[in-house]
């Protein structure tokens, strides 16, 4: 599975250039964050050009991983609401031509997969 696999959380909208700051080393010269989500202590950032997970590792967090998708390799993605007996919703997004998606994303609350999952079609879709 992907790199939030297993991970539940409510995912809550994050000051995009609060964000850009954070991420300065990462973003390439005039790439700007257009909207940015913190699911934990993880970070899902929507820029002009691709998507970024950002996935804080161990107990203090220093150690950190980025996983970059440019929206072209992107070519499909699902939404799972949650149901009377699975409590979470999943947003899985698939790259290229690959049979398995590339990430899993689980979050305890419909509204946040729905939102971000309109984020991702609108980035995709341009």
């Known amino acids: 599975m992907g790199l939030f696999s297993g ?3 409510n995912a809550s909208q994050k000051d995009a250039t609060k964000v850009e700051r954070q991420l300065e080393d ?3 010269e005039g790439e700007q964050v257009e909207l940015a989500f913190v699911l934990i202590r993880d970070l899902i950032v929507f820029t002009e050009k691709r998507l970024i997970l950002v996935d804080k590792q161990g107990v203090t967090g220093k150690k950190t991983s980025y996983k970059s998708f440019p929206y072209r390799s992107i070519s499909r993605f699902s939404v799972e609401t949650s149901g009377h007996f699975d409590l979470d919703a999943e947003l899985k997004i698939w790259v290229s031509s690959a049979s398995e998606p590339a990430e899993v994303l689980q ?3 419909d ?3 729905v939102e971000i999952q309109q984020a991702l079609a609108a980035a995709v879709l341009k």
């Open 111 to 113: 509204n946040n997969v």
């Open 7 to 9: 991970l539940i959380g």
């Open 107 to 109: 979050f305890n609350s």
């Open 26 to 28: 990462i973003l390439i």
